[in-house]
């Protein structure tokens, strides 16, 4: 077990429990720091001095509430969710919705909607520990109530008739920004009054439920309809009604299908024998190279992310596509009782041109993950970034887009997305596709990380580093990134720190300290380019006290992921969530929602390896 979760699980047990809905949920507080060092007190100043002001009403906006969630959260929320509805067990063979969704959907969720044995008890477990509540998983059966429906109880309405297997998919990527605001209100229990998404109107997709009955089901399907006062019509001889706002009830073959009538009529074809995604040759292959104990997983088809503009790949499909690219992805959730671990799989990868990235097996990577520092509680490790700069910030901004909406900040305040946008200025710049970009900057980068360390404020360090082969190309990018900054509204001022060989400080709108940009060398005179909050933090890039090379933590990574994978991204949830209390930020959007969620987890650890052949594996474990 991993010993900060030991630890934690050791102190909650000393507190007094809180009472959630019927369950005791512990506190946890941030581990001592590892190595302590002379307080800074330029951080925590400035960070204060910026901080809003505490809220008695958190709250946030709907906006800001559809744009919070992650693709974490996605799965590790909705797929579970929707995975476990009932423990009664359903009769009948079981179908797969893959079978009847269209070879072109450019995303799909399946699940395992009835599990049964190690699966359940682990699902169970897992979503206890997020939700806090004895049964995590009826929530999303108001996915189910359509326009004009009471509601629903699972146990009379739905379990008489539904099958092992479930299925939804959205006929474009553009539409995959509801997913978010559906799960979350699944999650925290908001209100889905009117909130099913498919119509002629809204998002082009359906639902696609397996089902054990099919009387039962049509039964059911029936009465949605009769609620949503629709009305007869036919498609290739399969009876179906529709409503006025193009929402569809169909039972196709046994597949019960509500969605918007273009998507439950290419599910007819599809059922008929068109193209189906079953069938394809990207879905096949990954599904058989996918974990066996999967609960749910996502499909994004790279022809259809493809066919986004740029400019439409926001949220949830900017993010599919960063990180699929032009290669088939399937993303696989597995619960157990103590952890989620998520399965990144690409197809092809391996063998393209585009080796390296945030979900690729490398073990310049790993080295680079090793070389921070020994106390850090948030590392990422990333290789060839001379190659992969410009797509690893891009994916980064992808991430970090589902966490940064939300309503303005004021001014002269501070918040998640202003930290977020501030930090990811000068990536931008070092990651430009310009070829002076690449001169000046990508030449002579090879492996980097970013990390964060100190369990306090007044402690806190964090710095991305960025090994140089050429030193004086890397001592002169200084200066010209210096002068990027500037030049989008920068404050530039000479700064002197011990060790280096060139340094300035920058001051970036939304950053309420300094960002230190300097070139030096470590202790084996490798050069090297950092960028950090204060000269501590540079200090600790440049000369940690210890490496993650021999810490334990790194070790309970690499035993978490298994299968040989060696960690590469660390993050201790109790940490980040103590920090960001520190500063006032606990409670604002988007973090104020997820809180009890994030409070759950204890950490979270990734890797990759190549599973095989065409395949490579980028997997996640949160720890709970």
Same mark, same amino acid.
């Given at each position: 077990?991993?010993?900060?979760?030991?630890?934690?699980?050791?102190?909650?047990?000393?507190? &007094?429990?809180?009472?959630?809905?019927?369950?005791?949920?512990? /506190?946890?507080?941030?581990?001592?720091?590892?190595?302590?060092?002379?307080p800074?007190?330029?951080?925590?100043?400035?960070f204060?001095?910026?901080?809003?002001?505490?809220?008695?009403?958190?709250?946030?906006?709907?906006?800001?509430r559809?744009?919070?969630?992650?693709?974490?959260?996605?799965?590790?929320?909705?797929?579970?969710?929707?995975?476990?509805?009932?423990?009664?067990?359903?009769?009948?063979?079981?179908?797969?919705?893959?079978?009847?969704?269209?070879?072109?959907?450019?995303?799909?969720?399946?699940?395992?909607?009835?599990?049964?044995?190690?699966?359940?008890?682990?699902?169970?477990?897992?979503g206890?520990?997020l939700?806090?509540?004895?049964?995590?998983?009826?929530?999303? $059966?108001?996915?189910?109530?359509?326009?004009?429906?009471?509601?629903?109880?699972?146990?009379?309405?739905?379990?008489?008739?539904?099958?092992?297997?479930?299925?939804a998919?959205?006929? /474009?990527?553009?539409?995959?920004?509801?997913?978010?605001?559906?799960?979350?209100?699944?999650?925290?229990?908001?209100?889905?009054?009117?909130?099913?998404?498919?119509?002629?109107?809204?998002?082009?997709?359906?639902?696609?439920?397996?089902?054990?009955?099919?009387?039962?089901?049509?039964?059911?399907?029936?009465?949605?309809?009769?609620?949503?006062?629709?009305?007869?019509?036919?498609?290739?001889?399969?009876?179906?009604?529709?409503? /006025?706002g193009?929402?569809?009830?169909?039972?196709?073959?046994?597949?019960?299908?509500?969605?918007?009538?273009? &998507?439950?009529?290419?599910?007819?074809?599809?059922?008929?024998?068109?193209?189906?995604?079953?069938?394809?040759?990207?879905?096949?292959?990954?599904?058989?190279?996918?974990?066996?104990?999967a609960?749910?997983?996502?499909?994004?088809?790279?022809?259809?992310?493809?066919?986004?503009?740029?400019?439409?790949?926001?949220?949830?499909?900017? !993010?599919?596509?960063?990180?699929?690219?032009?290669?088939?992805?399937?993303?696989?959730?597995?619960?157990?009782?103590?952890?989620?671990?998520?399965?990144?799989?690409?197809?092809?990868?391996?063998?393209?041109?585009?080796a390296g990235?945030?979900?690729?097996?490398?073990?310049?990577?790993?080295?680079?993950?090793?070389?921070?520092?020994?106390?850090?509680?948030?590392?990422?490790?990333?290789?060839?970034?001379?190659?992969?700069?410009?797509?690893?910030?891009?994916? !980064?901004?992808?991430?970090?887009?589902?966490?940064?909406?939300?309503?303005?900040?004021?001014?002269?305040?501070?918040?998640?997305?202003? !930290?977020?946008?501030?930090?990811?200025?000068?990536?931008?710049?070092?990651?430009?596709? /310009?070829?002076?970009?690449?001169?000046?900057?990508?030449?002579?980068?090879?492996?980097?990380?970013?990390?964060?360390?100190?369990?306090?404020?007044?402690?806190?360090?964090?710095?991305?580093?960025?090994s140089?082969?050429?030193?004086?190309?890397?001592?002169?990018?200084?200066?010209?990134?210096?002068?990027?900054?500037?030049?989008?509204?920068?404050?530039?001022?000479?700064?002197?720190?011990?060790?280096?060989?060139?340094?300035?400080?920058?001051?970036?709108?939304?950053?309420?300290?300094?960002?230190?940009?300097?070139?030096?060398?470590?202790?084996?005179?490798?050069?090297?380019?950092?960028?950090?909050?204060?000269?501590?933090?540079?200090?600790?890039?440049?000369?940690?006290?210890?490496? $993650?090379?021999?810490a334990?933590?790194?070790?309970?990574?690499?035993?978490?992921?298994?299968?040989?994978?060696q960690?590469?991204?660390?993050?201790?949830?109790?940490?980040?969530?103590?920090?960001?209390e520190?500063?006032?930020? !606990?409670?604002?959007?988007?973090?104020?929602?997820?809180?009890?969620?994030?409070? &759950?987890?204890?950490?979270?650890?990734?890797g990759?390896?190549?599973?095989?052949?065409?395949?490579?594996?980028?997997?996640?474990?949160?720890?709970?």
């Amino acid at each position: 077990m991993h010993p900060l979760i030991t630890k934690r699980r050791l102190q909650n047990a000393r507190r &007094a429990p809180k009472s959630a809905g019927g369950c005791t949920i512990a /506190s946890p507080t941030a581990p001592a720091s590892a190595n302590r060092r002379e307080p800074n007190a330029a951080l925590p100043q400035a960070f204060l001095a910026a901080a809003p002001a505490p809220r008695s009403d958190t709250r946030a906006g709907a906006t800001g509430r559809r744009a919070a969630f992650s693709v974490a959260a996605l799965l590790a929320g909705g797929a579970l969710l929707l995975g476990g509805c009932g423990s009664s067990r359903p009769s009948g063979t079981s179908a797969d919705p893959a079978t009847a969704v269209p070879a072109a959907a450019a995303l799909y969720v399946g699940a395992t909607v009835r599990p049964s044995g190690v699966l359940e008890k682990s699902a169970l477990a897992a979503g206890r520990a997020l939700t806090h509540e004895r049964n995590p998983y009826l929530r999303l $059966l108001a996915l189910l109530e359509t326009p004009g429906s009471p509601k629903l109880s699972f146990a009379s309405d739905v379990a008489p008739w539904l099958g092992p297997h479930a299925g939804a998919f959205l006929s /474009s990527p553009g539409s995959a920004g509801v997913l978010p605001s559906l799960l979350e209100q699944g999650l925290l229990g908001k209100s889905t009054s009117g909130a099913f998404p498919f119509s002629v109107s809204g998002v082009q997709g359906a639902i696609v439920l397996d089902t054990s009955d099919s009387a039962k089901a049509k039964s059911f399907l029936e009465s949605q309809a009769a609620h949503a006062h629709a009305h007869a019509t036919s498609y290739r001889g399969i009876r179906y009604r529709t409503s /006025s706002g193009g929402i569809a009830f169909a039972l196709v073959h046994r597949f019960a299908v509500i969605g918007s009538e273009a &998507a439950v009529r290419s599910v007819i074809e599809a059922a008929g024998g068109a193209a189906a995604l079953a069938r394809t040759s990207g879905y096949v292959k990954l599904l058989a190279a996918g974990p066996a104990n999967a609960i749910a997983h996502v499909y994004a088809n790279p022809s259809s992310l493809a066919a986004t503009p740029a400019s439409a790949g926001e949220g949830l499909s900017g !993010l599919a596509q960063a990180l699929a690219g032009a290669h088939a992805a399937n993303v696989s959730l597995v619960p157990s009782t103590s952890s989620l671990a998520l399965d990144v799989d690409r197809l092809g990868a391996a063998a393209s041109a585009e080796a390296g990235g945030l979900l690729s097996p490398d073990g310049e990577a790993v080295h680079a993950f090793e070389e921070l520092p020994g106390e850090s509680w948030l590392a990422i490790g990333l290789g060839h970034l001379g190659a992969t700069i410009s797509r690893d910030a891009h994916e !980064l901004e992808a991430l970090s887009s589902l966490g940064s909406s939300g309503p303005p900040a004021p001014a002269a305040g501070l918040s998640v997305g202003s !930290l977020l946008q501030a930090l990811l200025t000068p990536l931008r710049a070092l990651g430009s596709d /310009s070829p002076q970009a690449k001169r000046d900057f990508a030449s002579w980068m090879g492996s980097g990380g970013m990390f964060a360390s100190g369990s306090s404020l007044v402690e806190l360090r964090a710095a991305a580093v960025i090994s140089s082969t050429n030193p004086a190309l890397s001592r002169a990018a200084v200066a010209e990134l210096a002068e990027q900054l500037r030049k989008q509204g920068g404050t530039i001022s000479p700064a002197s720190i011990p060790g280096t060989e060139a340094a300035v400080a920058a001051g970036l709108s939304g950053l309420p300290v300094k960002l230190d940009i300097a070139a030096g060398r470590d202790a084996a005179g490798q050069a090297k380019f950092v960028l950090g909050l204060a000269e501590t933090s540079v200090e600790a890039a440049l000369h940690p006290s210890s490496t $993650l090379s021999s810490a334990a933590q790194r070790s309970a990574a690499a035993a978490s992921l298994g299968e040989g994978i060696q960690p590469s991204v660390l993050v201790d949830f109790p940490t980040l969530l103590s920090l960001l209390e520190g500063v006032g930020l !606990l409670e604002e959007p988007p973090v104020g929602q997820f809180v009890p969620y994030l409070r &759950a987890a204890t950490t979270l650890v990734a890797g990759a390896r190549h599973v095989g052949g065409e395949v490579e594996r980028f997997r996640l474990v949160l720890g709970l």
